[in-house]
């Protein structure tokens, strides 16, 4: 038995070199976690679209995609190609829990949720030839997970290849956040599972792919002392709340926290406030960063531009934020509705969607009209703060600033090149539904 394992382009956060291709953000562990949880047998493929290509003349028995909601019309695509070759075909992904119904037009099987004990029960069904059409793994049980097949990822491919995940879902409730919709609640690993995966990387540095890592304070003291032993160094995701809990600042710093990934969102409080993230405050940002710095942490900030509050002036007041905060490497993103999220709802009663033409529901489209300014103005608004913030000379004064100017400087140095895909995007603004 021939099992692909595929994860469709997203065409973002990636560089290119001539026909070489890297993504600057961690190895995805979605594929790597289905062939570990593979019964024995099938011979397994594993292609991450955005960096490798994808075997469309190979014969496969079974085609496994996961897709996210920009990926999802790529998904689609794929599924015809290879049924019509004669595979059968399961998606999966956050998308698939969204839009059941929509995944079900395009495959032979979907799966929604999480897949512990429903993969494999589907693999043992596809052999036995009474695979179901639908297989329901809600919430799942992260205990379950085993240790990810990283052997099968493609080496080189990743800034940051060795990923490990210790905590599911997300307590918060932004409205714009696909997780509070799809109902991921909150799971916990344990402790020692987390810690026996690190110590087996080959590497020293390694990174979360956890979306609230220090969500439980006690678990996550838990984790960073028993980290400590292990002498890594590492970078995850945080609310930048989290800098004014002194305990839990040195525990990161002791364990080897070198970077973290903040949603600061905004600058504005009513616009923090309308997404449901009155947590930050911005005039605490300053403070934060300091804090973070002092123990030795640069920040990844990222921000959202297209809130409903979002006056045309938001671009440049946010650039010089960014530069005043000395924020190590900014992210900027487009405010972008996902299926199922408030923020989609609302859009959607107001008759503001332009489209559901899902690849462009990515974080780098205008998908929507934006309530005080056109869609055309928020896109160059967008791009504008892009080119501003990396500048040579704000890369640089961002660089001597940090507490760690090689990962601040390659960041920065990776994003200024970024910006060039965005500036060869043609077409980036679609007004009627598309497929």
């Given at each position: 038995m021939k099992l692909l394992l595929l994860m469709p382009d997203a065409n973002i956060h990636r560089i290119k070199f001539g026909s070489f291709s890297m993504s600057f953000r961690e190895a995805p562990l979605t594929l790597t976690t289905l062939a570990a949880l593979t019964p024995d047998g099938p011979e397994i493929t594993l292609i991450d679209e955005s960096i490798q290509r994808v075997p469309r003349n190979q014969r496969f028995d079974l085609v496994a995609i996961s897709c996210l909601t920009g990926t999802a019309l790529k998904a689609y695509r794929w599924a015809k190609h290879f049924r019509e070759q004669g595979s059968k075909v399961v998606l999966g992904g956050i998308h698939v829990s969204l839009c059941p119904n929509e995944a079900t037009e395009h495959a032979d099987t979907i799966m929604t949720g999480f897949s512990e004990t429903t993969w494999p029960q589907m693999i043992h069904d596809f052999i036995a030839g009474n695979m179901a059409a639908r297989y329901d793994g809600e919430r799942g049980d992260v205990s379950l997970l085993p240790s990810p097949c990283r052997n099968l990822q493609k080496r080189f491919g990743y800034a940051m290849p060795h990923a490990v995940s210790a905590t599911r879902g997300c307590g918060c409730h932004c409205s714009f956040c696909s997780i509070p919709a799809a109902d991921y609640g909150w799971q916990t690993r344990p402790v020692e599972h987390v810690i026996d995966e690190i110590r087996q990387f080959p590497a020293r540095r390694f990174t979360f792919n956890d979306v609230n890592l220090l969500q439980d304070r006690d678990y996550a003291l838990e984790l960073l002392n028993a980290l400590s032993p292990l002498k890594k160094l590492w970078g995850g995701l945080a609310t930048a709340d989290s800098a004014m809990d002194d305990e839990l600042?040195?525990?990161?710093?002791?364990?080897?926290?070198?970077?973290?990934?903040?949603?600061?969102?905004?600058?504005?409080?009513?616009?923090?406030?309308?997404?449901?993230?009155?947590?930050?405050?911005?005039?605490?940002?300053?403070?934060?960063?300091?804090?973070?710095?002092?123990?030795?942490?640069?920040?990844?900030?990222?921000?959202?531009?297209?809130?409903?509050?979002?006056?045309?002036?938001?671009?440049?007041?946010?650039?010089?934020?960014?530069?005043?905060?000395?924020?190590?490497?900014?992210?900027?993103?487009?405010?972008?509705?996902?299926?199922?999220?408030?923020?989609?709802?609302?859009?959607?009663?107001?008759?503001?969607?332009?489209?559901?033409?899902?690849?462009?529901?990515?974080?780098?489209?205008?998908?929507?009209?934006?309530?005080?300014?056109?869609?055309?103005?928020?896109?160059?608004?967008?791009?504008?703060?892009?080119?501003?913030t990396f500048s040579l000379k704000n890369i640089q004064a961002r660089t001597k600033s940090s507490p760690h100017p090689l990962i601040t400087g390659i960041g920065n140095l990776a994003y200024r090149r970024y910006l060039k895909q965005l500036q060869n995007d043609r077409g980036r603004i679609h007004r009627k539904e598309a497929s």
């Open positions: 600042l040195i525990a990161l710093e002791t364990s080897g926290c070198q970077y973290l990934l903040c949603g600061f969102e905004s600058i504005s409080a009513v616009s923090l406030a309308s997404i449901n993230k009155k947590f930050n405050q911005a005039p605490d940002y300053k403070r934060h960063i300091e804090a973070f710095h002092q123990h030795g942490i640069a920040i990844q900030g990222c921000f959202i531009f297209g809130l409903d509050d979002d006056p045309p002036d938001i671009f440049e007041k946010t650039v010089d934020w960014v530069n005043e905060l000395k924020v190590d490497i900014p992210r900027y993103a487009i405010s972008t509705p996902y299926p199922g999220t408030q923020l989609f709802k609302l859009l959607e009663k107001e008759n503001r969607l332009l489209h559901r033409h899902w690849t462009h529901y990515d974080t780098q489209h205008v998908v929507f009209q934006p309530r005080h300014m056109s869609p055309e103005e928020l896109d160059a608004g967008f791009q504008k703060a892009y080119r501003e």
